[in-house]
């Protein structure tokens, strides 16, 4: 009841909607003036103005401009009472100047903290956004190792086998413009790592998915057509995870048609696909195995997702690497939505025989969230470093740590082993544009 009222009492997203509330609520409050003080029902005359606190409200929960249409209504309501005889003819200029003062400080104040939770808002999407895909890039690593220690030569295949068929199969996201690509190999792993013998893979379709698979593996019921009313397809697409018939269905429940359900989820949320698997073998079906194929359905669509994402970069840049391209244009977006700045910072390497590896080292020592692109040139080498939701302080200390690493190591500072920084801020140019800047700094050619 509390959760439904809180609800209810949030402010309104809808344009229309705030101005509907902007008119409707101060004529509410005209109307209990009516009730309860017929004589002065403006509160004009009274030793609190009580009306005032409809625009009031209008502007701490929306800004000054919806306050000061609720103001906008009270003096079109006097007017008509003034027309109509029901108040003196003297205007109250102090009762309505005061009002209006009162309305803009709520406003301005209003402004500023929505401004900051919005803000607020934006760096955290961004952070969620990251933790997901990290968590799915550890937890790949993770399951990558243990089965390279406990049965590669058991198995068909190893998982970095695995992971290089899926980098291959999200890499042909702009081939055939596809909404699965690559959907046929990728029911192709499923069978030889996870024993996986009748499957098929949908394609969203509006608010729900396409009936008929865009690829399928095995002999599947119906010819493979989706059963929209199955009890488990419903489980997955109301919690959005993975769901067995061994955990989803209860004792009663209608028999499933299918295994398993997994919908194709982005770390953004997105749903770009779903996993309806008819027919594995009985004691394939365990927790490992389920985690196995989770996990590669999460890095599957990821690096869709980042394909697309980074494919208006790279269109510009080939040899950009697909997980800056995509980094670069998240931190645009939330520089657009939360005006929360990034910065990027270019190391520029000159030829020098006695130094041609700093570039690579340098490299191996990025932040967590940092992203790397090395342009290498026979002139010179570029490490291109960028730094999510960090400012100048940041990239300068970048730098000064970077310089001190390399006074440690040479014993000369940056200049003099020939490199060289440069700082731009991820702020009022769109990424094609602040790269075709960087490099025309950097005097990258156009080959590199």
């Known amino acids: 009841m509390k959760r439904k009222l809180y609800r ?3 402010p309104f997203g809808n344009p229309w909607a705030v101005a509907g509330e902007a008119v409707m609520l101060p004529l509410f409050a005209v109307g209990i003036g009516i009730w309860v003080n017929p004589l002065d029902p403006l509160w004009t005359q009274a030793g609190f103005p009580w009306i005032w606190f409809a625009p009031v409200i209008l502007a701490m929960r929306y800004g000054p401009f919806p306050g000061l249409t609720g103001a906008a209504v009270l003096l079109f309501a006097w007017i008509a009472f003034r027309a109509s005889g029901w108040v003196p003819a003297e205007f109250p200029k102090l009762n309505f100047l005061g009002g209006l003062i009162l309305v803009m400080l709520a406003g301005e104040f209003s402004s500023l903290w929505l401004a900051r939770a919005r803000r607020a808002e934006g760096i955290q999407l961004y952070l969620d956004q990251r ?41 042909e996201a702009d081939d055939n413009g596809d909404s699965l690509p690559g959907a046929a190999g990728l029911l192709r792993l499923f069978a030889q790592y996870c024993q996986v013998e009748a499957a098929a893979l949908y394609a969203t379709a509006g608010d729900g998915f396409a009936p008929t698979p865009v690829a399928a ?32 269905q209860e004792p009663g429940d209608q028999p499933s048609r299918y295994v398993i359900v997994a919908p194709l989820t982005t770390f953004d949320g997105r749903t770009l696909g779903l996993l309806a698997v008819e027919r594995v073998p009985f004691f394939a079906l365990h927790e ?6 989770n996990l590669l359905l999460g890095y599957y669509t990821d690096g869709l997702s980042a394909r697309r994402l980074a494919s208006q970069v790279q269109a510009a840049f080939p040899t950009c690497p697909t997980e800056f391209a995509a980094e670069l244009q998240r931190l645009w977006r939330v520089r657009e939505e939360s005006q929360v700045r ?8 000159q030829a020098r025989p006695d130094y041609q590896d700093l570039a690579s080292q340098i490299r191996r020592q990025r932040r967590a969230l940092d992203v790397n692109w090395l342009i290498e040139s026979p002139q010179q080498e570029i490490l291109v470093t960028l730094m999510p939701l ?24 940056l200049d003099e082993v020939g490199v060289f920084a440069h700082v731009l801020r991820v702020e009022d140019e769109a990424p094609v544009p602040l790269l075709n800047r960087l490099l025309k700094i950097c005097n990258v050619p156009a080959e590199a």
């Open 8 to 10: 209810y009492l949030l």
């Open 131 to 171: 933790l997901e895909y990290l968590t799915h890039q550890y937890y790949l690593l993770r399951l990558s190792h243990d089965r390279l220690e406990q049965d590669l030569i058991g198995r068909p295949m190893a998982m970095r086998d695995a992971l290089a068929a899926l980098h291959d199969l999200a890499r």
């Open 217 to 248: 593996m095995g002999r599947l019921a119906d010819d493979g057509r989706l059963a929209a009313a199955d009890p488990l397809l419903a489980h997955a697409r109301e919690n959005g995870c993975l769901s067995h018939i061994a955990t989803a």
């Open 288 to 293: 490992e195995m389920l985690q196995t194929l």
């Open 342 to 349: 990034s910065v990027i910072v270019a190391l520029e390497f």
């Open 390 to 413: 960090a400012g100048s302080a940041a990239a300068e200390g970048y730098i000064a740590r970077i310089e001190e690493w390399i006074r440690q190591k040479t014993g000369h500072p």
